[in-house]
Structure formats: C-alpha cells, structure tokens
T-cell receptor, first 108, second 112 residues
Framework: EDKVVQSPLSLVVHEGDTVTLNCSYE??????LLWYKQEKKAPTFLFML????IEKKSGRLSSILDKKELFSILNITATQTGDSAIYLC????????FGKGMKLTVNP | EAGVTQSPTHLIKTRGQQATLRCSPI?????VYWYQQALGLGLQFLLW???????NRGNFPPRFSGRQFPNYSSELNVNALELEDSALYLC???????????FGEGSWLTVV
C-alpha cells in the first residue's frame, strides 16, 4: 500500500530559526509530490515537485525532491509566527496520498 | 474565479442519522476528491469522482458514499452516523491527476 511519512510530527521553534521538514514515501508509479500548509481549515498549496534535484523557492520557503532516495524536504528560513501551521506532504501515484502532517509552532 | 465551495460549513447530527455534504469544484475541473480529517489527525482519503464515476475509494465502510453530478459538483453521504465520524470533511478538485489539487474550506460534522 502507498505510504507517505512525515517527520518530525511536531516542532516548536523561536522566530528567526530555520526549520527542515522531511517527507519520505513508498508508492507505486510516482508522479509528483505536493506540499501544503494548513492553518485553519483548507490546506493551501505551496509546491509541486516532479523532478529530482530542482529546488523550488517561494520567499523564505524552499523545497527539493530526491527520487532516488524517495524523499523531499521543505525548508523555512527566518521563521515567523505566521508560519505556525500544519504542513502536509502528499504524493500522487494512482491517487493522492497524504502524510499525517507536521505541526509547526513558531514562538515569538 | 471561484474556488472550491463546500456546504454546509457546520453540521450537527445525532448518532444513527444521515449527513449530506456538498461540494462544487473549480470551474473546468472534472475531478473531485473527498477527505476526512479527524481532530489532530492527517487527511484520510475517502472517495475520488471523475466525470461522474467513482474512480477510487479509501478504507471506509460502505455507509460512506457519494456521487458526482453532470455539472461535476459532488455529494458525500454518511449513513448511520457514529460518534467517530465527527471530523472536518474536505473536498478538493483538480483537472488532471498528478497535478495540484485545490481544497474547499471544509464542512465540520459533529455527531452527538
């Protein structure tokens, strides 16, 4: 069965810290990997990764995929309290499978 | 352009009753996913509808069912409600599998 594992499951940091979120996967017929941020209700899209080694960036957030080792990381630099959220990783194979999410708390 | 819309926002039912949740996808999207997110847990895949057909189903009992209409909107029905069905139900739409999916704001279902 397809599996997506995120680590750590929760993290508490101080403003200004840099955090790295991990997502590993075991799926048949990998197609793409997606990162989402969920604050209150609807997860909002961050990145879609399909090729290994190509970094995607958006402001202080960046992400990269390693299709050989079957994982992705999401980096957040200079964290702010507004980064506090649940970060979800999902992988497309025959359907879109989500990991359990990682709860990030950024304290002032 | 309107995003994915879901209704109702909140729903309170008693055990044994039935709940119906609705979802309208982004215009032009033909596929709809339903997920269940219980408090503190991740998104559990429920159902995938595409072009009016059920394409895939998660590990949920048959009392979770749904359908997709010709205009691609979708309904999720939960029969014989149990307390553990209390959760946020999220609908997402997309055009092609493998691409980005977009979520609605969700429907909170509380079973008492």
């Amino acid at each position: 069965e397809d599996k997506v594992v995120q680590s750590p499951l929760s993290l508490v940091v101080h403003e200004g810290d840099t955090v790295t979120l991990n997502c590993s996967y075991e799926v048949t017929n990998f197609r793409s990997l997606l990162w989402y941020k969920q604050e209150k209700k609807a997860p909002t899209f961050l990145f879609m990764l399909t090729s290994s080694g190509i970094e995607k960036k958006s402001g202080r957030l960046s992400s990269i995929l390693d299709k050989k080792e079957l994982f992705s990381i999401l980096n957040i630099t200079a964290t702010q309290t507004g980064d506090s959220a649940i970060y979800l990783c999902a992988v497309w194979s025959e359907k879109l499978v989500f990991g359990k999410g990682m709860k990030l708390t950024v304290n002032p | 352009e309107a995003g994915v819309t879901q209704s109702p926002t909140h729903l309170i039912k008693t055990r044994g009753q039935q709940a119906t949740l609705r979802c309208s996808p982004i215009s032009g999207h033909t596929s709809v996913y339903w997920y269940q997110q219980a408090l503190g847990l991740g998104l559990q895949f429920l159902l995938w509808y595409d072009e009016g057909e059920e394409r895939n189903r998660g590990n949920f009992p048959p009392r979770f069912s749904g359908r997709q209409f010709p205009n691609y909107s979708s309904e999720l029905n939960v029969n014989a409600l149990e307390l553990e069905d209390s959760a946020l139900y999220l609908c997402a739409s997309f055009q092609d599998s493998g691409n980005t999916i977009y979520f609605g704001e969700g429907s909170w279902l509380t079973v008492v």
